[in-house]
Nanobody, 118 residues
């Protein structure tokens, strides 16, 4: 099992930036992959970005809506995963959740609110 704690959300104007952090309770090198999802009011939770953490490749994948604006990264020494969000838009407003996949099990953090004002 793993516990995930997100931080870094807040209120920002359109065009601004935020960096979200996700702290894992165990070595992320023992986790297959980690990622960020988001859920806006009245909408389904959707994938934002994922990164392989069990290998050294660190291959990342992004939703089309955030490509070129968001960057997911990891720090294995600190057991942290980050989401750098630039050029934020009002449509990015949502609760952002950190996710970890270990085998066939998925784990979630409690979420952090990101609000982008126009």
């Amino acid at each position: 099992q793993v516990q995930l704690v997100e931080s870094g959300g807040g209120l920002v104007q359109a065009g601004g930036s935020l960096r979200l952090s996700c702290a894992a309770s165990r070595s992320i090198g023992s986790i297959n992959a980690m990622g960020w999802y988001r859920q806006a009011p009245g909408k389904q939770r959707e994938l934002v970005a994922t990164i392989y953490t069990i290998t050294s490749s660190g291959i990342a994948n992004y939703a089309d809506s955030v490509k070129g604006r968001f960057t997911i990264s990891r720090d294995n020494a600190k057991n942290m995963v980050y989401l750098q969000m630039n050029s934020l838009k009002p449509g990015d407003t949502a609760v952002y959740y950190c996710n970890a996949r270990m085998g066939v099990s998925y784990y979630w953090g409690q979420g952090t609110q990101v609000t982008v004002s126009s």
